[in-house]
């Protein structure tokens, strides 16, 4: 009896002990692995199905990842993001270009409101500015050009 209460908890153990990443690289193979998983399989998902992802995905975005963040280079970011769109994209049923769009519109729309206020108000002013500035150069430029040629006529 004593003998299988201690097998008993040696395979919680071992159970609890795979299922945490071990370092880094642990964690990103484990999480690719897992949305692979979800892109081969996410048709045939029910709600449980999804519950047992979601729990799993909630794990690799906070808590699994906030153990190796500061180990991540800029690559590792971008593998990781690409993964967290990847699943939300097939859980949702939408295709990463339209979860992309979706994503980065609000962005988007402020960058053009800004150009739009830059264009009403200071584009003028600043396009003078730069019209002046080529006149001067093209100026100087036809100066320098002049000089040559006096120099050039004197020598010879």
């Known amino acids: 009896m004593k003998y299988s209460k201690y097998l008993i ?4 153990i071992w159970l609890v002990a795979c299922s945490t990443p071990t370092s880094k690289e642990d964690y990103l193979n484990r999480f690719e692995r897992f949305v692979d998983r979800v892109e081969n399989n996410h048709e045939k998902y029910g709600k449980k199905d999804w519950e047992w992802a979601d729990a799993k995905f909630e794990k690799y975005n906070s808590e699994w ?7 991540f ?8 993001k690409g993964l967290i769109i990847k699943y939300h994209a097939l859980k949702n049923k939408e295709s990463v ?8 519109k609000d962005d988007v729309n402020r960058i053009g ?3 739009e206020k830059y264009i009403d108000g200071d584009f003028d002013e600043d396009l003078d500015k730069i019209i002046d500035g080529a006149t001067e ?9 002049e000089d040559a040629v006096r120099i050039l006529d004197e020598s010879f």
């Open 137 to 145: 150069i093209g100026d100087s430029a036809v100066k320098v050009m």
């Open 73 to 80: 280079t800029l690559e590792d970011q971008l593998k990781i």
């Open 9 to 12: 908890v040696c395979c919680l």
């Open 113 to 115: 409101e800004k150009v």
């Open 65 to 71: 990842y906030l153990e190796y963040s500061e180990d």
């Open 97 to 104: 270009g339209d979860m992309l769009r979706n994503l980065f």
